[in-house]
């Protein structure tokens, strides 16, 4: 007994010792990390004024600001050098952060080439008052392209069909900047359309006449249509809502006229009294005596 004794208290001492020491070690490591100041906010490129499409972005346009890192915007910069002579291909504004989707692909000139994507093209077509929707067609809106096709041999073969669906435009006239909803009348409407799309656009311009269609940019469903000829209009019907029937009036009798009456003036002492006979009655009990 006292030999086992002699053995685990050693044993006891040094387990305690260690197990003391670790914990020591443990909260030392937690007042470190507690004392160490944490880093809340990051660094983040904003520009330094208001910008128009197309400008080339300059070292003094921009500048570092610290913003919260629970809210940092997706695709900000946090280094100025990786956003040197990007150009601007979205207004940007005094003190937003400059985003990679606001900015034009690397190596992209300055100017009205900067906001056409890769692989995309720019294409500008004619409009009057008419085809051009009376001046609401506005940049970085979209529209749908009709076009009509007269046919040289048979005038009721003419067609018109929709050969583009929401297409983007670019700009109106030589503006591709967005400035309120008012109407403006103008002679050319630029769009943004695929190499594809872009041969359909120039075959109808130059066999056709063009109409714009304004669309709003929030429908992307496609209307596929198989179009119309002058045929199919001139011999197509015009349904008329039927008619409901006027109800029937019921009949009313009119009012039974009132009996004729005849009046008699009664005297008696010095009393003078009226006494009214109905003659319809009279008659109708003469009538029975008889």
């Known amino acids: 007994m ?18 003391t020491f670790g914990i020591y070690k443990f909260l030392q490591a937690k007042k470190t990390e507690m004392e160490k ?12 004024e208001d910008f128009e499409v197309g400008r080339l972005l300059a070292e003094s346009d921009l ?3 610290a913003w919260p890192k629970d809210i940092i915007p997706k695709g ?25 989707s606001k900015l034009a692909p690397v190596g992209s000139d300055g100017g009205f080439s900067s906001i056409i994507p890769p692989g995309m093209r720019a294409l ?53 900047e967005r400035e309120g909803d008012d109407p403006v009348i103008v002679q050319s409407v630029t769009l943004l359309v695929t190499p594809e799309e872009g041969e359909k656009l120039v075959l109808a311009s130059t066999e056709g006449k063009l109409q714009l269609g304004l669309r709003n940019a929030a ?33 009313t009798r009119p009012p039974a006229p009132e009996p004729k009456q005849t009046v008699v003036e009664v005297i008696r002492s010095n009393e003078r009294t009226e006494v009214k006979f109905d003659e319809d ?5 003469s009538d029975k005596k008889n």
């Open 2 to 19: 006292f030999f086992k004794m002699r053995v685990i208290l050693p044993l006891a001492i040094i387990a305690s010792t260690l197990s």
């Open 124 to 176: 500008t077509v004619s409009v009057n008052t008419y085809s051009g929707v009376s001046g609401f067609i506005l940049p970085n809106t979209y529209v749908d392209v009709f076009v009509t096709v007269p046919s040289p041999s048979n005038k009721e073969q003419s067609s018109t069909k929709i050969i583009l669906e929401n297409v983007k435009v670019l700009a109106v006239d030589q503006t591709f």
């Open 37 to 48: 100041p944490k880093e809340l906010t990051q660094s983040v490129v904003v520009a330094t």
């Open 63 to 65: 500048r570092l600001i």
């Open 76 to 100: 900000s910069f946090s280094d100025i050098n990786l956003v040197l002579g990007r150009a601007v291909k979205a207004d940007l504004y005094e003190g937003e952060a400059i985003l990679e």
């Open 281 to 285: 009655k009279e008659k109708k009990t």
């Open 219 to 251: 429908d992307k469903n496609s209307q596929r249509t198989p179009g119309v000829q002058l045929k199919d209009l001139m011999s197509s019907t015009t349904t008329t809502r039927p008619v409901s029937p006027t109800p029937r009036r019921r009949a």
